[in-house]
């Protein structure tokens, strides 16, 4: 298992170097670098912009400034924004948490309801709750996350729900106190995690029933029925913990998404994260912004995979890895 | 009563069928998948919406790019059969704007247009023929405006039927795209094992490893703004494509390295096949039922990333109608309130993503090997 664990790890290194080559190269596809629009200005000399070109390498060929941005990065400098005029690191930071506090949220919404909904209506399948549930299910997953916010901003705003419309925090959060910060951002959360975990919980509680279903379809239930168990007893402490087992793997890919996934919400309702940094990393041509954000996108993706395996070969003992 | 009787003529067939000729696969899954309603609805759904597509011209009373700058933001026009207490053909009246500044129009009863059908409007081409001839109309100074109008006064309606050519197709063409790429990657991979396999799948990997959104966005953030539309939208197409094809070339690869174990393969290669006729006739004809339903389950995703990109204004872009890039003036929250109709071509990405999903899953239940006893 470990070595299988430190093998996946390992691998990991060429496949960076691919994607990261792969994302630089992209980039220099576009016409013109980050500094062409600096270069329109009146105000900024030739000579300046020469200078500027070499400080970022600008004036190499391709290959060579990629070449140095790995030297770099092996060296944990991720390289400059152009944009922000800071290091990227720094850049990335300030936005990790934000977006890692919206999907975590959201994540948490989503599991905490798809799992009983989802063993509610297994147990009572083809009940009308049943029916109306798989419903709303079949809409969850169907609806565009970032038109299913324009809708909720639309009705926030007509219905008069009075909830906050975009950003993170009011404009006069420094002066809070601790208590109306945490209330604050709870206002402002409430939307976009509606958002993010209905398509999650639609698709979370349709697995979870189909898996329970299949579970009490098994010889091992219609033993433990036999036996005089309570259906209580059967329900939840045989069948269910059977049910969950294939979730984990999910669970991985969620895990792996859990930077990049918001993108578009965050757009859509003006979240300071990851999403729309990126957005605007692109748009601007600020490259090593978004070989940053590439990179560790992927690395999360990677992560998360590796985690999926093994907290299934973990809860699953038929499973093994060489 | 006709329920009994279907089953009836079910039953009847199915036994004079095992008396004589067997029938083929295709046609039992196309019985199974009649049994499944919402499936059904979900493929005529598609059907109608595909035709209004292909028929924009016709059916949408306007082109896509007549603007009328005066009547920005223009409600949907009511229509009425009633005047002055008479039952009437079916008319819009004319309107007038009231507030300029947010855009509020009051109904004038004074001006009648009625609809016709069969009108002569804007001009098209169609595989090589101009036409004028459109569904429906009214008389010049008077326009119809079934889902009210965007910011240059052009009609929602037409743009959804214009914007439906690239919103679906961009679904259709994408996945054949990354669908012949997929199968043959996957096919020579699972085919040849050994070390063309590792590297290939390494590739592979590489492009499942990264943020596909991202990878998208970065994407399409470098195609130059200047280039012709259709080439633009191409260009994204074969984006989207790119993106999609290694998931599947994964599977295919799977299902091809047990598939080579069998005896047919043997038997094919006994009697001198070459590698390619082996891997196209007899490999990839088996994966089939996998792609056919992984197909159709996977437009959606390419649907919603041509719609979110030209959201955010990567993608398709003005004056050319998509789905995505028409919802892109609701981000302004003050028209969103303001003229809810802007929401409309979301309802139709909805509608659309909601068909493919019932589709596929009826098709799934109808092409599963697994599932063929019931």
């Known amino acids: 298992m470990y070595r299988y664990i430190v093998r996946r790890l390992i691998y990991v290194i060429p496949m960076l170097l691919g994607i990261s080559s792969l994302s630089f190269f992209i980039m220099q596809l576009a016409p013109g670098d980050a500094l062409t629009q600096m270069a329109l200005s009146p105000d900024v000399t030739e000579e300046i912009m020469e200078a500027m070109r070499a400080r970022f390498w600008l004036d190499q060929p391709p290959y060579m400034q990629y070449f140095r941005w790995i030297v770099q990065l092996l060296k944990g400098d991720m390289g400059h924004s152009f944009l922000w005029h800071a290091p990227v690191a720094w850049v990335i930071r300030q936005r990790v948490f934000n977006s890692l506090l919206l999907t975590v949220a959201s994540l948490i919404v989503a599991w905490s309801l798809a799992i009983p909904i989802g063993i509610h209506s297994a147990v009572h399948q083809y009940s009308w709750s049943d029916k109306l549930l798989t419903f709303f299910a079949f809409i969850g997953v169907s609806i565009p996350n970032w038109f299913l916010g324009l809708l909720l901003l639309y009705l926030n705003l007509t219905r008069g729900w009075g909830l906050p419309i975009g950003g993170m925090t009011s404009i006069d959060f420094a002066e809070f106190t601790f208590w109306e910060k945490v209330v604050d951002l709870a206002r402002h959360m409430v939307l976009p995690v509606i958002v993010l975990s209905t398509g999650t919980l639609a698709s979370l509680m349709r697995y979870m029933r189909s898996n329970l279903l299949d579970v009490l379809r098994q010889d091992f239930v219609t033993t433990a029925r036999a036996k005089g168990l309570a259906e209580r007893v059967v329900i939840y402490k045989h069948a269910v913990r059977n049910a969950i087992n294939p979730l984990i793997t999910i669970f991985g890919f969620q895990l792996g998404g859990i930077l990049g996934g918001a993108s578009l919400t965050e757009i859509v309702m003006n979240w300071p994260g990851i999403g729309s940094l990126m957005l605007n990393a692109v748009q601007g041509q600020d490259y090593y912004l978004v070989m940053g954000n590439l990179v560790i996108g992927a690395v999360m993706l990677i992560i998360g995979n590796l985690t999926a395996d093994v907290l299934l070969a973990a809860s699953d003992p038929r499973i093994r890895y060489e | ?374």
Do not use: C
Not at chain 2, 76 to 96: A, D, S
Not at chain 2, 225 to 234: A, E, H, L
Not at chain 2, 315 to 343: C, D, K, V
């Open chain 2, 1 to 374: 009563m006709a329920m009994a009787k279907t089953q009836l003529d079910n039953g009847q067939a199915e036994f004079t069928d095992n008396g004589g000729a067997l029938r083929s696969p295709w046609k039992m899954a196309w019985r199974k998948l009649r049994r499944h309603k919402l499936a059904v609805m979900g493929m005529w759904v598609l059907i109608l919406l595909h035709i209004f597509a292909i028929f924009a011209d016709f059916f949408a009373p306007y082109s896509e790019v007549n603007t009328d700058r005066r009547r920005t933001y223009h409600p949907p026009t009511k229509i009425h059969i009633f005047h002055e207490g008479k039952l009437v053909r079916p008319f819009v009246y004319g309107y007038q704007r009231v507030d300029t500044l947010r855009n509020i129009y009051e109904e004038d009863t004074s001006q009648m247009y009625p609809i016709y059908f069969f009108v002569r409007g804007d001009k098209y081409n169609i595989l090589g023929f101009e036409s004028d001839l459109r569904l429906f109309g009214v008389e010049a100074p008077g326009r119809i405006y079934l889902f009210g109008a965007d910011r240059y006064g052009r009609d929602i309606f037409s743009r959804l039927a214009y914007g439906g050519r690239r919103s679906l197709f961009i679904g259709v063409i994408g996945l054949v795209v990354s669908m012949s790429i997929g199968l043959i990657y996957g096919g020579v991979s699972g085919y040849f094992g050994g070390w063309v396999d590792n590297i290939m799948m390494r590739i592979a990997e590489i492009i499942i490893s990264v943020p596909s959104f991202y990878l998208l966005l970065a994407l399409s953030a470098v195609l130059p703004p200047n280039i012709p539309s259709d080439k633009r939208f191409m260009l994204i197409v074969f984006i989207l494509a790119f993106i999609g094809w290694a998931g599947l070339a994964r599977v295919i690869r799977g299902m091809v390295l047990s598939i080579r174990q069998t005896e047919f393969v043997a038997g094919a290669e006994a009697i001198g096949a070459s590698q390619p006729r082996i891997i196209i006739r007899h490999i990839l004809p088996n994966t089939m039922s996998y792609v056919i339903v992984n197909a159709t389950l996977s437009i959606p995703s390419f649907i919603l990333s041509e719609s979110g990109l030209s959201f955010i204004g990567v993608g398709i872009q003005h004056p050319l109608a998509s789905w995505g890039n028409m919802l892109s003036e609701a981000l302004n929250l003050s028209s969103l309130t303001r003229y809810p109709w802007l929401l409309v071509p979301g309802f139709f990405i909805f509608v659309t993503v909601l068909s493919y999903s019932f589709f596929g899953d009826g098709l799934r239940d109808a092409l599963d090997p697994r599932s063929r006893t019931v």
